[in-house]
């Protein structure tokens, strides 16, 4: 917020202006004017004038009236955090829901009286102010998560060249392993935080290229089948005999696979199965399922789940998942035009789908 509140006042009468000034002037505030909507439009897109806390919008005016402006403003990014207060002669019920409908914060009704233009002022100001408080909060965590993450992978890599380096002068490489292991998969969760700040901020390009997805699967598929074996898991991969071409981020769609097939294995029992499975549909899109035997996602969950630090042990108490690796794999096919939803195996288990 600056220094001084602004207050920027919309009316099409130089009288009702004349007037909020007066009644404000003493308050502390910065006022701005606007003869209309458009001139309101103009202000808000100047560089040069400082962003407005309040917006006291008059709705009886010509061109374009208070509540086209308030929807307008409401829809977008740049604006929708501003209270706006509807200053209007119009008392009916069906006025006052327009108003709502239009995202309008507050009502001030003609005639009104100074002290409640004042309070009402205030009402918003305060709102205005936790909201400018809680936006710093949070890019100040965004800022030190980011930070954080940062400065953890250098000694990540440390700790993976040392493996390699250690591995030929041990004669039991099992604890070594282990390290290495557990490791590798912060390194992945640290990239996968990455590319979540990355998409956030908007600043993720996307690298095309025409992919074969069945190599990618047999990639995905011997990767993970030692794991699988050593956990006694069935890796069954289902692919058509003609292989699918799609244009997609050849690192990112893998790491979209990677993710899915390693949370299927990590949620399935001894002794069973998990279908990597890959088809197309009638319309030529083309369709990954990755189906487990596991405990399962809850009807209640299966929306969230793909929210970021949702946590999806799902009823396995030995095994505790934090949510950041389906955020991901979310992001990454909404990136790239497509769908990801999660149904329920039969007779238990999931079936995670992507369609492209």
């Known amino acids: 917020m600056n220094e001084l509140p602004v207050v920027l006042i919309v009316d099409d009468e130089p009288s009702a202006r004349q007037t909020m000034e007066m009644l404000l002037m003493r308050e502390g505030y910065q006022l701005s004017f606007a003869a209309d909507a458009y001139e309101a439009l103009a202000h808000l897109d100047d560089e040069d004038e400082a962003a407005p806390d309040v917006i006291l919008l008059d709705v009886m005016m010509p061109g374009m009236d208070g509540f086209v402006l308030c929807q307008r403003l ?11 207060i509807l200053v209007t002669a119009l008392d009916s019920k069906q006025d006052l829901a327009r108003g709502l409908d239009a995202g309008a914060d507050d009502f001030l009704h003609k ?10 002022v205030r009402s918003m100001l305060r709102i205005k102010k936790r909201h400018d408080a809680l936006q710093v909060a949070l890019q100040l965590r965004q800022d030190l998560a980011n930070m954080i993450v940062h400065d953890i992978r250098s000694p990540l890599s440390s700790i993976l060249i040392n493996c390699d380096l250690l591995e030929p ?4 490489t099992e604890n070594l392993e282990m390290i290495r292991s557990e490791a590798s998969r912060l390194s992945a969760f640290l990239t996968d935080m990455l590319m979540l700040a990355k998409m956030e901020d908007g600043r993720l390009i996307l690298s095309r290229s ?5 190599n990618t699967a047999v990639s995905v598929y011997d990767s ?26 050849a690192s990112l769609w893998r790491r979209v696979l990677d993710n899915l097939v390693s949370n299927a294995i990590k949620f399935s029992p001894t002794n069973g199965v998990v279908t990597l499975r890959v088809s197309t549909e009638a319309d030529d899109r083309l369709k990954i399922e990755v189906t487990d035997e596991g405990p399962g996602i809850p009807a209640e ?56």
């Open 301 to 356: 969950l299966r929306e969230t789940i793909f929210d970021k630090y949702e946590i999806i042990s799902a009823g396995r108490r030995d095994v505790k998942q934090v949510g950041l690796g389906l955020a991901f794999c979310k992001m990454v096919v909404d990136a790239h035009n497509g769908r990801i939803f999660v149904t329920p195996n039969q007779p238990k288990g999931s079936v995670f789908t992507v369609i492209l």
């Open 169 to 172: 002068q041990l004669a039991d």
């Open 210 to 214: 025409n992919v074969n997805v069945n």
């Open 224 to 249: 993970f089948s030692p794991e699988a074996h050593l956990k006694n898991i069935q890796f069954v991969l289902d692919l058509p005999p003609q292989a699918p071409v799609v244009s997609v981020d």
């Open 111 to 120: 005639p009104y009286h100074g002290l409640e233009l004042r309070a009402r």
């Open 74 to 84: 409401k829809q977008n990014p740049h604006y929708q955090h501003i209270p706006i």
